[in-house]
């Protein structure tokens, strides 16, 4: 783990790049920002989590270091000690958490703690749509007033540029640093449901799916909604042995 620290005093925020081996765009970008020189009116720390798993291009090395938080420092399991070691870092701050996907090639967020805190963090995020995750299943941000940020297709240039973007607009909307940044009112879904097994998935991330339409299939078999409902992080590739989640869009972000 790598942890950069810059502003005076302690970190009041953190941004995490890297929890998974195989997103370099977290690690890649947190690094382009601090190339920048930028003054940093408020503290902030910058955390390139699983090197050991970058080293080696892999997702984790043991265990699934955003599958095991709050973590536990006398594990066996590298990634559970890892984990503990962050919480003991970030426990205190807000955090911008980066990640990539194969599900969808523009920024959006995703969230599992609902508080005025996180609310004024995804808005500072600037992005359209944010997915409201009430089971966290050991996930940094289930833990504490956190917001990820999926910002793109894995291993992209463009995901790179994006996280770059908005690692630099979070800071500038809370004070950190200066620049111009915009503030969003993102669209707002609610996970629901986990689609299982494995498919190739025919429909289009944040575009409602219909009761009645399939959105994936395999060989001679089709996957037919039996509602409607707004597939999130739904892609062919990304997990093995699921599809992805069914979310439904609510109209205000309310507890």
Not at 154 to 182: D, P, R
Request: aromatic share 10%; proline share 4%.
């Amino acid at each position: 783990m790598r942890v950069e620290k810059r502003g005076k005093g302690d970190p009041e925020y953190t941004v995490v790049g890297s929890l998974h081996g195989d997103e370099p765009a977290g690690k890649n970008a947190i690094e382009q920002v601090l190339e920048e020189g930028l003054e940093f009116e408020r503290p902030v720390q910058f955390i390139i989590a699983n090197e050991r798993a970058l080293e080696k291009d892999v997702r984790y090395t043991e265990c699934d270091l955003n599958r095991v938080f709050p973590g536990d420092e006398e594990s066996d399991c590298f990634e559970e000690r890892l984990a503990a070691e962050i919480m003991d870092l970030v426990d205190d701050t807000k955090v911008l958490d980066l990640h990539t996907t194969h599900s969808y090639p523009q920024p959006f967020a995703t969230f599992s703690n609902l508080n005025d805190v996180t609310r004024g963090l995804l808005r500072s995020t600037g992005v359209k749509d944010a997915v409201y995750f009430p089971e966290h299943t050991g996930t940094l941000n289930g833990q504490l007033n956190a917001v990820v940020v999926e910002t793109g297709h894995q291993k992209t240039s463009q995901a790179e540029a994006n996280a770059v973007g908005v690692i630099k607009n979070f800071l500038a909307a809370q004070e950190v640093i200066e620049g111009e940044f915009e503030t969003s009112e993102p669209n707002i879904f609610r996970y629901y449901e986990t689609v299982e097994g494995d498919w190739e998935f025919t429909a289009e991330n944040f575009k409602e799916v219909r009761a009645g339409e399939s959105f994936a299939e395999r060989e001679d078999e089709k996957l037919v909604a039996k509602e409607d409902f707004y597939p999130v992080l739904m892609s062919t590739k990304g997990y093995d042995g699921q599809l992805g989640f069914k979310a439904e869009k609510i109209e205000e972000l309310k507890d």
